[in-house]
């Protein structure tokens, strides 16, 4: 099997956003379930977790100015996970080689695709991992000028990570319409160690701030 993954090696804006205070090593360990090491506002996703998916582990942050962390124990997520928060939030796959993307423990996976004879809505329906405020905002629209964020929209997250997990939109090894492993609009976002695979159309964005780290 042959993958076309891209690790956001793109002309892109950076931000310049401050490390998060805490010890990324102790608290993204396998094992972990005390969270040791981790910062406050913390929570854990997998079969020890009170969150079983990281998509409910999400909706259970309050919508308020603190940042919260969300940590992922080893295995496979099928979801899609959709940010609108504008307050920083962090994700966490748990690995004993936190600076080692090859050997990432947690893949979320999503399967789905438009156009080409499959579907007629928008792309950003398919996306395993989308950031953005709104749908609206997050529309690509058809066309060389793409779908406009509408006038009034608030900027979405302000201070989005991931470290160590991989987002996979497999859903077909040919010849589809686009099917995103990440769509993301009027955001900051930063991944470090963390992989977008997809056979086709892998990364959507429209006017972020993105930060990358190989």
Avoid at 42 to 59: F, R
Avoid at 74 to 87: A, F, K
Avoid at 190 to 206: C, G, I, M, N, W
């Amino acid at each position: 099997m042959i993958w076309t993954w891209i690790l956001l090696s793109l002309p892109l804006a950076v931000s310049s956003l401050p490390s998060p205070p805490y010890n990324r090593k102790a608290c993204q360990k396998p094992g972990n379930v005390a969270l040791k090491g981790c910062p406050k506002n913390t929570l854990l996703v997998g079969p020890h977790g009170v969150h079983k998916s990281i998509q409910h582990a999400v909706l259970s942050i309050p919508d308020n100015d603190d940042s919260y962390t969300i940590v992922i124990e080893p295995g496979n997520y099928t979801e899609q996970v959709n940010i609108t928060r504008q307050s920083p939030l962090t994700l966490l796959g748990m690995t004993a080689s936190p600076n080692d993307k090859m050997k990432n423990t947690v893949n979320i996976v999503w399967h789905n695709a438009t156009g080409a004879g499959i579907a007629t809505f928008d792309n950003a329906y398919t996306s395993t991992l989308t950031v953005a405020p709104t749908l609206n905002a997050s529309f690509t629209g058809t066309g060389p000028t793409g779908w406009p964020i509408p006038e009034g929209t608030p900027f979405g997250n302000s201070d989005f990570r991931t470290y160590n997990l991989n987002f996979i939109n497999d859903y077909l090894p040919w010849a589809a319409g686009p099917s995103l492993a990440l769509s993301l609009s009027y955001a900051n976002g930063a991944f470090y160690y963390s992989r977008f695979l997809s056979y086709q159309d892998t990364v959507s964005e429209a006017h972020p701030a993105v930060r990358c780290h190989h």
